[in-house]
């Protein structure tokens, strides 16, 4: 069941660990991952030129944008490298049987 203020965007064998998927939420895009088990969630737009880190790679917790190699660690939304200067808001993540919650954007 869904709890307030939380929406379902994906199931959980929609995403083996190791990978990501771009979800939407509302107007939002959303990157979801899966590391070892665990899913995460922060904005798929980069906040250098608006690149779609789900169109990037993913390495460990950290992903690169496509557009010009921003890098953004995808627990915190931290940036980890330029020419990104900012983070990424990140989505708390709530699992729900099979189902994968997200909640507002925060940060
Ligand atoms: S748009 Fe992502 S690094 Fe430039």
Same mark, same amino acid.
């Given at each position: 069941?869904?709890?307030?203020?939380?929406?379902?965007?994906?199931?959980?064998?929609?995403?083996?660990?190791?990978?990501?998927?771009? !979800? #939407?939420?509302?107007?939002?895009?959303?990157?979801?991952?899966?590391? *070892?088990?665990?899913?995460?969630?922060?904005? *798929?737009?980069?906040?250098?030129?608006?690149?779609?880190?789900?169109?990037? *790679?993913?390495?460990?917790?950290?992903?690169?944008?496509?557009?010009?190699?921003?890098?953004?660690?995808? !627990?915190?939304? *931290? !940036?980890?490298?330029?020419?990104? #200067?900012?983070?990424?808001?990140?989505?708390?993540? #709530?699992?729900?049987?099979?189902?994968?919650?997200?909640?507002?954007?925060?940060?």
């Amino acid at each position: 069941m869904a709890e307030s203020g939380f929406v379902k965007v994906a199931q959980t064998g929609e995403i083996a660990p190791g990978q990501m998927k771009p !979800v #939407r939420l509302g107007e939002e895009e959303v990157l979801l991952v899966n590391i *070892d088990g665990n899913f995460h969630a922060i904005s *798929d737009t980069c906040s250098h030129q608006g690149g779609t880190l789900s169109d990037g *790679d993913l390495d460990g917790e950290q992903v690169e944008c496509p557009l010009h190699g921003a890098a953004f660690n995808v !627990v915190t939304g *931290d !940036v980890l490298s330029p020419p990104a #200067r900012q983070g990424v808001p990140t989505h708390e993540v #709530r699992i729900s049987g099979n189902d994968i919650l997200l909640g507002p954007a925060r940060g």
